[in-house]
């Protein structure tokens, strides 16, 4: 009995110096990686400040000049922003257009590419792979670089901003609805292919009506990001309201008043947007729990 505790002992002994050794060990490299990491940082953003045309340092005290000068000049003439208001609106309504119809297409090829991506339900199994790399390299791409390319080919406007945003958000929502669509029941599915349903039959009958809210709850959230995207494209001479935008601010003092009408039209959009899609996604999500 005294042999059998004192192996007992022993075992105990052993397994705690190795859990303890472990854990020396994963300490060690959380610390070597975050020693890296910092590194990293350090000298990053001293060639990053090197080479910029001014030095960070130099540029901080005057980082709230900008903000300053608009709030100012804004408030000098509210009596202006009503106006300033409604002569921006139609340059919203432009990027709110924008947002909308690239999140529709791009849901729509989103959801044709996650149906051809998802294992079990793809139609062509060997092609999985291919499909999903395609995924990636939209996702990959920014809408700008997009948007910059497309500029070059076809000219300024909202055609290459709806086309940029269209073709990132496919592969973005592709790759969420691929996720969903691999945790739908099969059943359903092999119901309707033992009754000689096709596959575009078996995914309309069988898998969207399952995965369809979290499809609803994710475009939504989507919608938002584009609002946003839009607005940035604009920019780059993509149309809407971030064209303008960029109008405002180019000529500097004398129309920040213009600068500040468009912020106020940029945040309430968004805000408005934002508790609407959230609202939809709630309910959504709670439906689909029920």
Same mark, same amino acid.
């Given at each position: 009995?005294?042999?059998?505790?004192? @192996?007992?002992?022993? =075992?105990?002994? @052993?397994?705690? $110096? *190795?859990?303890?050794?472990?854990?020396?060990?994963?300490?060690?490299?959380? &610390?070597?990686?975050?020693?890296?990491?910092?590194?990293?940082?350090?000298? &990053?953003?001293?060639?990053? $400040?090197?080479?910029?045309?001014?030095?960070?340092?130099?540029?901080?005290?005057?980082?709230? $000049?900008?903000?300053? =000068?608009?709030?100012?000049?804004?408030?000098?003439?509210?009596?202006?922003?009503?106006? !300033?208001?409604?002569?921006?609106?139609?340059?919203?309504?432009?990027?709110?257009?924008?947002?909308?119809? @690239?999140?529709?297409?791009?849901?729509?090829?989103?959801?044709?590419?996650?149906?051809?991506?998802?294992?079990?339900?793809?139609?062509? /199994?060997?092609?999985?792979?291919?499909?999903?790399?395609?995924?990636?390299?939209?996702?990959?791409?920014?809408?700008?670089?997009?948007?910059?390319?497309?500029?070059?080919?076809?000219? =300024?406007? /909202?055609?290459?901003?709806?086309?940029?945003?269209?073709?990132?958000?496919?592969?973005?929502?592709?790759?969420?609805?691929?996720?969903?669509?691999?945790?739908?029941?099969?059943?359903?599915? +092999?119901?309707?292919?033992?009754?000689?349903? *096709?596959? @575009?039959?078996?995914?309309?009958?069988?898998?969207?009506?399952?995965?369809? /809210? *979290?499809?609803?709850?994710?475009?939504?959230?989507?919608?938002?990001? !584009?609002?946003?995207?839009?607005?940035?494209?604009?920019?780059?001479?993509?149309?809407?309201?971030?064209? +303008?935008?960029? !109008?405002?601010?180019?000529? &500097?003092?004398?129309?920040?008043?213009?600068? %500040? %009408?468009?912020?106020?039209?940029?945040?309430?959009?968004?805000?408005?947007?934002?508790?609407?899609?959230?609202?939809?996604? !709630?309910?959504?999500?709670? &439906?689909?729990?029920?």
């Amino acid at each position: 009995m005294a042999e059998l505790s004192a @192996s007992t002992s022993l =075992g105990t002994q @052993s397994m705690r $110096d *190795n859990y303890m050794a472990m854990t020396r060990r994963r300490r060690a490299y959380g &610390g070597i990686i975050l020693a890296i990491f910092i590194v990293l940082m350090v000298t &990053g953003f001293q060639t990053v $400040d090197a080479r910029s045309a001014g030095g960070f340092w130099e540029g901080l005290p005057r980082v709230f $000049d900008f903000p300053i =000068g608009v709030i100012s000049e804004a408030w000098d003439r509210i009596d202006r922003m009503p106006a !300033n208001l409604a002569t921006y609106f139609p340059a919203l309504i432009e990027t709110i257009n924008i947002a909308a119809v @690239s999140t529709l297409v791009g849901a729509l090829l989103g959801l044709v590419l996650s149906l051809l991506s998802t294992r079990g339900l793809a139609k062509w /199994p060997r092609l999985i792979p291919l499909f999903r790399r395609i995924m990636d390299i939209m996702r990959a791409l920014p809408e700008i670089v997009i948007a910059l390319v497309l500029i070059f080919i076809l000219g =300024g406007g /909202p055609i290459p901003a709806m086309i940029a945003i269209a073709f990132h958000t496919a592969g973005a929502l592709g790759k969420l609805f691929s996720e969903v669509a691999e945790n739908a029941d099969l059943k359903p599915v +092999e119901g309707l292919a033992s009754v000689g349903a *096709n596959w @575009s039959q078996r995914m309309l009958l069988g898998v969207i009506p399952q995965v369809a /809210p *979290n499809y609803l709850s994710y475009t939504l959230m989507r919608f938002e990001i !584009n609002i946003r995207a839009s607005a940035i494209l604009g920019f780059v001479g993509a149309g809407g309201i971030g064209y +303008e935008l960029r !109008n405002a601010m180019t000529f &500097g003092m004398g129309r920040f008043d213009l600068a %500040a %009408a468009i912020f106020v039209l940029l945040f309430l959009t968004i805000v408005f947007f934002d508790q609407i899609s959230s609202h939809y996604r !709630n309910r959504l999500v709670k &439906g689909y729990q029920a």
